[in-house]
């Protein structure tokens, strides 16, 4: 349907996949089916003429899925995402259909639990019975709940939800914040518990604010202008957790490609779903991406079995993406210049998934980097790592020499100064938890012998990434003070420059000693 522009094939589509749908008996239509065709036909909604027909196609899939205890619960977890990717904005007979959908969902007995944990939808005389059966619904759970509900979905939904949805779901949050004000001040002063979760919001809506539309933005700043009599130095020592946990370093890298792999199966651009069911067809068919199925929950490995049914021998990037692969070792590859930093990771991470690595998976998982930047963000670090422990010498010195680029003065691109910042961490974590039981340091491996802390304290220090620039400066001074005889102190310059470090760091963090 998206390969085609013409109104009366996609209808004729459609109708063909109503009939597919009608014939789907009980033993065909399993987990991974009914959210396949419940989110194709969400898909189809966005085209002109085929809102009203969608919808009712919408309906009966819903309406077969309840008449199945396994894939009830199913629609129950996905109801969030599906009736967040409606478009709203549609006019005429279409917005009826839409309506008469979302007022089955939230007049349904069986789906209750599920529709407790929607978003309010827009304050407009259309969706006012909805909004009041909503309401009753959720009932009044208290502030401190409403402001969890809020954080959970932002976490949860905010990347997947269209632009209408997510201003509806700011709108009303920020008509709740100017209502209370008295409870967030309560809040403030409470628990760590509270006082994280407070963090964490006002952590949220700033990273949300970095990818979206204007709109959008302007919504976030309204929320956050009813934060803003907060003094945000109180919240300075609470770690807000990082909403996106595939990011973290640590676990297992290939369990969290699969669970990334599976949301992207949903997503809304049909190339992204095309990608991403190749990928996961061709990492299940690896030892290691079948064993890390293994350790997903029971309803993701349901999702994925069909991937698993006649998998062969795993392909090679080549195949899975044509595409001409640059030369690792050209440095335009590594410097954005002119591209924008989503385009220039895209393309470098492709072309360094396309080198030859210890890891297959990684290596299998290139081509979806050029359609998810989030993808690209979480496989860099560890394809960089992959690279350095093939114990290939020249090209780790060239991996060193890029990223002395990266962070120089010369690249104003912040991002991407923070890619590496958070790449370099990654390497030092993943150095340490190996070398526990022996005595060698990360700075001595030849990743890192050329590569001066300083200078990494000092990229830092140009993203306002102060607690990282000094964690580097005390590692420098470490290195330095070590009992070898080539390390007898630190040395005057570069105690000129830690202190010139050391008194912007101090300048800019929630420290009583700082200078004012």
Request: net charge neutral; glycine share 2%.
């Given at each position: 349907m998206a390969s085609t522009s013409r109104p009366q094939e996609r209808k004729r589509l459609l109708r063909v996949f109503e009939f597919f749908v009608n014939h789907l008996d009980d033993k065909a239509f399993i987990s991974s089916v009914f959210r396949d065709c419940a989110f194709s036909v969400v898909r189809a909604v966005k085209y002109d003429g085929l809102c009203g027909p969608a919808c009712k196609i919408l309906r009966e899939i819903c309406e077969k899925a309840l008449r199945q205890e396994d894939i009830k619960a199913v629609l129950c977890s996905i109801l969030h995402d599906i009736v967040s990717a409606l478009p709203y904005s549609q006019g005429g007979v279409s917005a009826a259909g839409l309506l008469d959908f979302v007022r089955w969902v939230v007049t349904s007995p069986s789906l209750e639990s599920a529709v407790r944990d929607l978003d309010p939808f827009d304050d407009t005389p259309e969706f006012a019975e909805i909004n009041a059966v909503h309401r009753r619904l959720r009932g009044d759970a208290g502030w401190s709940n409403e402001l969890l509900k809020f954080v959970r979905n932002q976490q949860r939904h905010a990347a997947s939800s269209l632009t209408t949805t997510l201003l509806s779901r700011l709108r009303h949050f920020s008509q709740q914040l100017q209502a209370q004000k008295q409870e967030l001040i309560a809040m403030l002063n409470g628990d760590d518990t509270q006082r994280k979760l407070i963090a964490e919001l006002v952590w949220l809506l700033i990273k949300q604010s970095q990818t979206s539309s204007e709109d959008v933005k302007l919504q976030i700043g309204e929320c956050l202008g009813e934060i803003g009599f907060l003094d945000p130095s109180t919240l300075g020592e609470i770690r807000a957790e990082d909403p996106n946990p595939y990011l973290v370093a640590g676990g297992d890298a290939n369990k969290s490609i699969l669970q990334l792999l599976d949301t992207y199966l949903t997503d809304p651009d049909v190339s992204v779903v095309e990608v991403a069911s190749a990928t996961i067809k061709a990492v299940l068919g690896t030892t290691a991406g079948a064993r890390a199925c293994l350790q997903l929950e029971n309803e993701q490995q349901r999702f994925l079995q069909p991937f698993t049914w006649g998998s062969t021998?795993?392909?090679?990037?080549?195949?899975?993406?044509?595409?001409?692969?640059?030369?690792?070792?050209?440095?335009?590859?590594?410097?954005?210049?002119?591209?924008?930093?989503c385009e220039w990771l895209q393309q470098l991470t492709f072309i360094l998934a396309a080198h030859p690595t210890q890891d297959k998976v990684l290596q299998?998982?290139?081509?979806?980097?050029?359609?998810?930047?989030?993808?690209?963000?979480?496989?860099?670090?560890?394809?960089?790592l992959n690279i350095v422990e093939t114990g290939d010498q020249q090209l780790t010195q060239q991996l060193t020499h890029f990223f002395k680029i990266l962070l120089s003065t010369a690249n104003p691109h912040k991002e991407s100064v923070l890619l590496v910042l958070h790449t370099l961490n990654f390497l030092r974590n993943s150095h340490c938890s190996k070398s526990k039981k022996s005595s060698s340091w990360f700075w001595d491996t030849p990743f890192w012998r050329d590569l001066s802390l300083l200078d990494v304290a000092n990229a830092a220090l140009r993203c306002s990434a102060y607690l990282t620039s000094l964690l580097y400066v005390e590692l420098h001074c470490q290195k330095q003070l070590l009992p070898q005889a080539v390390r007898l102190g630190v040395p005057a310059d570069d105690e000129q420059a830690i202190n010139a470090i050391l008194l912007v760091i101090f300048s800019n963090i929630s420290e009583p000693d700082s200078p004012t």
């Open positions: 021998a795993a392909q090679s990037p080549s195949q899975l993406a044509q595409r001409t692969l640059s030369q690792i070792d050209d440095v335009k590859v590594w410097i954005p210049e002119q591209n924008s930093y299998l998982c290139g081509p979806v980097c050029l359609h998810k930047l989030q993808f690209a963000e979480f496989l860099f670090p560890r394809l960089i």
